[in-house]
């Protein structure tokens, strides 16, 4: 399991914890205990491929989804796995943010109707 109990995307209360539960598959971010975002993966030989993220109700809008992203994404990147985002969340992350793209393989996207993700 990694931990971090700081990271440098966003300021928040120290109270908040960063981790991979490998035994649940997901990253977590906890607040004062409560598990406020987490973001599944499957992981497959040579890489990460993110699923889903869920954010707690009481936790939305606060920027928290944005910390777990740039923690998990650096984990991924430390063990020298490929990131996959099948995740919409993750997906959205990395086309904002710069310094991933050589470990990004991106899904076959279905066709779309042109309002983008």
């Known amino acids: ?54 954010t707690g109700k009481d936790f939305e809008g606060k920027g928290l989804g944005k910390v777990l992203a740039h923690f998990a994404l650096d984990d991924v990147v430390a ?14 992350y990395l086309r904002k943010h710069e310094g991933y793209g050589q470990f990004v393989d991106w899904p076959d996207a279905p066709a779309t109707n042109g309002s983008g993700a």
């Open 1 to 54: 399991m990694t931990e971090n109990m700081m990271s440098t995307e966003d300021t928040f209360t120290p109270d908040v914890t960063l981790r991979r539960n490998d035994g649940q598959h997901r990253y977590e971010l906890h607040v004062g205990g409560t598990l406020a975002v987490q973001s599944f993966y499957r992981d497959l030989p040579g890489h990460i491929d993110f699923t889903h993220t869920e």
């Open 79 to 92: 063990t020298g796995k490929r990131i996959v985002p099948h995740c919409p969340f993750i997906a959205g």
